[in-house]
């Protein structure tokens, strides 16, 4: 973790320590601002709420939603659920694998991808789903995947990589 | 004269392009010199339509859809700002028969109003509930909610006025309410539409329950899939401060409530009511033991109101048209009224709110249209991943708890995912044990190993090893669950796991009296 991300964690823990119930909201902070939840703010976490460190590790692990490693540029989610199911996820899924070369957790080799599964976007009367760095989709056929990863592409090299990820 | 265009701003809108039409109408309204007011306004539910794109006429609101940013300069060419046909045109909106069919209690305002405007919400009927309820003594107001009839619409369909009445018994210095929009069943999204749509009306039902219970802090748990909805429900509570709703003199009354919205984290179990508990206390979303029930020992070990963002919903127009009016809706022990969700393979989704009692027939083809492939329907999902597979000889079983109780179903939260003749139950059999698998939350051993169990044996089944001998080790493992589990994630993956075997023996390679003979 660098200086930069550390005086980061402190902010959001700061921010964040008093609340009822801290520990979720400071989480979400943190991973708003880098992405992710750094292993080494694990111990400034469990300082601020004076809880061990185990017991904050065991949250974060508890939960789909926080990732402990930073994901790609872009961040492509797909709804598994039954309704999606019901419509073509799966044949989404199939292109997704295919065309990033990469399962779910993953992250293409450039860095500029990530795979995720969710279970119902609440879009399930406009399915098959996608969310793409919190952008919600609906109908989403093979060919507006193909365009998706393609426009994910062609951002990056326009703004030489900017940050992507919520 | 200034023509207002209605664009809606739902995410399942945006999520097939209305920020793009709402931008390309608001363009060539401007190269065409045409004054255009383009208004986000909520979504009607009438999803298969969306981007549904409405115009304001002397005769009413003339809608067109599903639109896209191609469509909008032929739009104008026809004259639409005007009302004009045009083969996208369904006509006034109202009295489009998908809407002009529903029973609209909950979601009167939906798609009507701008979902951020207080005075739209006030001119439209808002707030007058919350005043009926601050006039009235908290026992009074809890009598009110029992006698409505209501029962949550979460998913255990719980009668509501029961469960405030017992905080307004329990004495304790802090008293919470809390709102469950973690809305993880797959095939539901009336929460959402709510908070994205309406949000005021669940801030409302939230402060009424405050004031009626003497609860005076109140959390919305919700999803980190809805983003969208937590901008909503964001810029809501703020406006809802500005004009008074919320803080230390709720409408001038001298009573006080505050809301405050906490973010899930993608765990489906935290919608189970004490694991959404222990999760807003900033913990892991282990379920609790019960008793205590969270109404005496709730938040933080609090009396705590905890309701569904839909039962939340249907509690100010309780107060506004009373009781009475209210439970007119329905039939037998469910009543009022329930917005249903039309989902997955159908034609026409979307939000049908009607009285308890319609059929799936009605619903799935009156409203539904079919099938969104054009094939032939085989099955439904009622109530979400727990809930059964339900054929098409029970499609005519009105839709009500006891009623679906009565065959093994479930009402749920109002969800229905449509499955056309390509569904392979077996497979839909072996992801409803792969989901528990993947969501328990690990307590009970019946659900933490028994899913990972179920999923193995139903591939061997499908594989066709020695299909006698698993069919008994699954219907062992479905038995031990119904009856080990904590908590209905373990207690009922066995119904959709046992529905689809029951019914479509075929899909497991099973002769039609589902022996194993045909393997
Ligand atoms: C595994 C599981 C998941 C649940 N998910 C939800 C949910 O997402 N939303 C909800 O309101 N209730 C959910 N419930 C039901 C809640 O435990 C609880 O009954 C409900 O929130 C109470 O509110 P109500 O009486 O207004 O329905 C779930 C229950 C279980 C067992
Ligand atoms: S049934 Fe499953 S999810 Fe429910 S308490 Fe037991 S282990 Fe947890
Ligand atoms: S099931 Fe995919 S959005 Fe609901
Ligand atoms: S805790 Fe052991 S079976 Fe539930």
Same mark, same amino acid.
């Not at chain 2, 794109?53 to 639109?67: N, Q």
């Not at chain 2, 939340?312 to 506004?320: G, L, Q, R, Y």
């Given at each position: 973790?660098?200086?930069?991300?550390?005086?980061?964690?402190?902010?959001?823990?700061?921010?964040?320590? =008093?609340?009822?119930?801290?520990?979720?909201?400071?989480l979400h902070a943190i991973q708003d601002d880098l992405g992710y939840v750094p292993p080494e703010a694990?111990?400034?976490?469990?300082?601020?709420?004076?809880?061990?460190?185990?017991?904050? /590790?065991?949250?974060?692990?508890?939960?789909? /939603?926080?990732?402990?490693?930073?994901?790609?540029?872009?961040?492509?989610?797909?709804?598994?659920?039954?309704?999606?199911?019901?419509?073509? @996820?799966?044949?989404?899924?199939?292109?997704?694998?295919?065309?990033?070369?990469?399962?779910? /957790?993953?992250?293409?080799?450039?860095?500029?991808?990530?795979?995720?599964?969710?279970?119902?976007?609440?879009?399930? @009367?406009?399915?098959?789903?996608?969310?793409? =760095?919190?952008?919600?989709?609906?109908?989403?056929?093979?060919?507006?995947? =193909?365009?998706?990863?393609?426009?994910? @592409?062609?951002?990056?090299? /326009?703004?030489?990589?900017?940050?992507?990820?919520? | 004269?200034?023509?207002?265009?209605? %664009?809606?701003r739902d995410s399942s809108a945006v999520s097939v392009g209305a920020d793009a039409v709402a931008k390309?109408?608001?363009?060539?309204?401007?190269?065409?010199?045409?004054?255009?007011?383009?208004?986000?306004?909520?979504?009607?539910?009438?999803?298969?339509?969306?981007?549904?794109?409405?115009?304001?006429?002397?005769?009413?609101?003339?809608?067109?859809?599903?639109?896209?940013?191609?469509?909008?300069?032929?739009?104008?060419? #026809?004259?639409?700002?005007?009302?004009?046909?045009?083969?996208?045109?369904?006509?006034?909106?109202?009295?489009?028969?998908?809407?002009?069919?529903?029973?609209?209690?909950?979601?009167?305002?939906?798609?009507?109003?701008?979902?951020?405007?207080?005075?739209?919400?006030?001119?439209?009927?808002?707030?007058?509930?919350?005043?009926?309820?601050?006039?009235?003594?908290?026992?009074?107001?809890?009598?009110?909610?029992?006698?409505?009839?209501?029962?949550?619409?979460?998913?255990?369909?719980?009668?509501?006025?029961?469960?405030?009445?017992?905080?307004?018994?329990?004495?304790?210095?802090?008293?919470?309410?809390?709102?469950?929009?973690?809305?993880?069943?797959?095939g539901t999204f009336s929460d959402r539409m709510v908070m994205e749509d309406d949000p005021f009306v669940?801030?409302?039902?939230?402060?009424? #329950?405050?004031?009626?219970?003497?609860?005076?802090?109140?959390?919305?748990?919700?999803?980190?899939?809805?983003?969208? #909805?937590?901008?909503?429900?964001?810029?809501?509570?703020?406006?809802?401060?500005?004009?008074?709703?919320?803080?230390?003199?709720?409408?001038?009354?001298?009573? *006080?409530?505050?809301?405050?919205?906490?973010?899930?984290?993608?765990?489906?179990?935290?919608?189970?009511?004490?694991?959404?508990?222990?999760?807003?206390?900033?913990?892991?979303?282990?379920?609790?033991?019960?008793?205590?029930?969270?109404?005496?020992?709730?938040?933080?070990?609090?009396?705590?109101?905890?309701?569904?963002?839909?039962?939340?919903?249907?509690?100010?127009?309780?107060?506004?048209?009373?009781?009475?009016?209210?439970?007119?809706?329905?039939?037998?022990?469910?009543?009022?009224?329930?917005?249903?969700?039309?989902?997955?393979?159908?034609?026409?989704?979307?939000?049908?709110?009607?009285?308890?009692?319609?059929?799936?027939?009605?619903?799935?083809? !009156?409203?539904?249209?079919?099938?969104?492939?054009?094939?032939?329907?085989?099955?439904?999902? %009622?109530?979400?991943?727990?809930?059964?597979?339900?054929?098409?000889?029970?499609?005519?079983?009105?839709?009500?708890?006891?009623?679906?109780?009565?065959?093994?179903?479930?009402?749920?939260?109002?969800?229905?995912?449509?499955?056309? !003749?390509?569904?392979?139950?077996? *497979?839909?059999?072996?992801?409803?044990?792969?989901?528990?698998?993947?969501?328990?939350?690990?307590?009970?051993?019946?659900?933490?190993?028994?899913?990972?169990?179920?999923?193995?044996?139903? !591939?061997?089944?499908?594989?066709?090893?020695?299909?006698?001998?698993?069919?008994?080790?699954?219907?062992?493992?479905?038995?031990?669950?119904?009856?080990?589990?904590?908590?209905?994630?373990?207690?009922?993956?066995?119904?959709?796991?046992?529905?689809?075997?029951?019914?479509?023996?075929?899909?497991?390679?099973?002769?039609?009296?589902?022996?194993?003979?045909?393997?």
């Open positions: 973790m660098q200086e930069t991300q550390l005086q980061r964690v402190q902010e959001a823990v700061a921010r964040c320590r =008093d609340l009822p119930g801290a520990l979720l909201p400071m694990v111990p400034t976490i469990a300082k601020a709420l004076a809880l061990s460190r185990a017991e904050v /590790h065991g949250v974060i692990s508890f939960y789909h /939603h926080f990732r402990s490693a930073p994901p790609g540029r872009h961040v492509i989610q797909v709804c598994r659920a039954e309704a999606c199911q019901s419509i073509g @996820a799966e044949r989404l899924v199939a292109r997704l694998r295919e065309r990033l070369g990469i399962d779910f /957790h993953g992250t293409t080799a450039d860095g500029a991808v990530s795979l995720e599964a969710v279970y119902c976007l609440g879009n399930c @009367a406009c399915a098959p789903a996608v969310m793409v =760095d919190g952008a919600l989709r609906g109908r989403v056929t093979e060919a507006v995947l =193909d365009e998706i990863i393609d426009t994910a @592409a062609l951002v990056d090299e /326009h703004v030489g990589v900017a940050g992507g990820a919520r | 004269m200034t023509v207002r265009i209605f %664009v809606p390309a109408i608001a363009d060539e309204a401007t190269r065409r010199a045409i004054p255009v007011a383009v208004i986000r306004n909520g979504s009607r539910g009438m999803l298969w339509l969306e981007p549904l794109v409405e115009v304001e006429t002397p005769a009413g609101r003339v809608g067109y859809g599903p639109v896209t940013v191609a469509d909008v300069p032929k739009l104008f060419d #026809a004259g639409f700002d005007r009302g004009a046909p045009h083969p996208l045109c369904i006509g006034p909106v109202d009295a489009y028969p998908w809407l002009a069919k529903q029973e609209r209690l909950c979601f009167a305002r939906a798609g009507v109003t701008d979902p951020l405007s207080w005075s739209e919400y006030v001119a439209h009927g808002g707030s007058r509930g919350l005043r009926a309820a601050l006039a009235m003594t908290g026992a009074d107001a809890v009598a009110a909610v029992t006698e409505s009839g209501l029962r949550g619409r979460g998913g255990a369909a719980f009668p509501t006025g029961i469960k405030w009445k017992t905080v307004l018994d329990t004495a304790a210095d802090q008293k919470y309410v809390v709102c469950n929009a973690d809305e993880g069943d797959s669940l801030i409302e039902g939230m402060a009424i #329950a405050g004031i009626a219970t003497g609860a005076t802090v109140g959390y919305i748990y919700l999803r980190s899939e809805y983003p969208y #909805a937590e901008r909503a429900l964001m810029a809501a509570i703020e406006t809802a401060r500005s004009v008074g709703v919320l803080g230390d003199d709720v409408l001038g009354s001298g009573r *006080r409530f505050e809301l405050h919205v906490r973010r899930g984290a993608g765990a489906y179990i935290c919608g189970e009511e004490t694991s959404l508990l222990e999760s807003l206390e900033g913990k892991r979303g282990m379920v609790r033991f019960k008793p205590p029930v969270p109404a005496i020992s709730g938040l933080f070990g609090k009396p705590t109101v905890l309701n569904n963002v839909i039962t939340f919903a249907s509690i100010p127009i309780i107060f506004d048209r009373g009781a009475t009016f209210y439970r007119d809706y329905g039939r037998g022990r469910s009543r009022g009224t329930l917005p249903i969700q039309l989902a997955g393979n159908i034609k026409q989704g979307g939000l049908v709110e009607k009285a308890f009692g319609v059929t799936l027939n009605e619903l799935l083809y !009156d409203f539904g249209g079919g099938s969104a492939s054009g094939r032939p329907i085989r099955t439904v999902q %009622v109530g979400g991943p727990l809930g059964a597979y339900i054929p098409e000889s029970q499609f005519d079983v009105p839709l009500d708890y006891e009623a679906y109780a009565s065959i093994g179903a479930m009402v749920g939260h109002g969800g229905i995912v449509v499955f056309d !003749d390509t569904v392979d139950m077996a *497979r839909m059999a072996r992801y409803a044990m792969e989901f528990c698998a993947i969501e328990s939350c690990g307590k009970c051993t019946p659900c933490r190993i028994g899913s990972t169990r179920g999923v193995e044996t139903i !591939d061997r089944i499908i594989e066709g090893r020695d299909r006698g001998a698993q069919l008994a080790i699954l219907e062992d493992l479905c038995n031990t669950m119904l009856s080990g589990s904590l908590c209905a994630l373990g207690g009922m993956t066995p119904f959709p796991v046992m529905s689809a075997l029951k019914h479509f023996p075929q899909d497991f390679g099973l002769g039609p009296d589902g022996l194993a003979a045909a393997a």
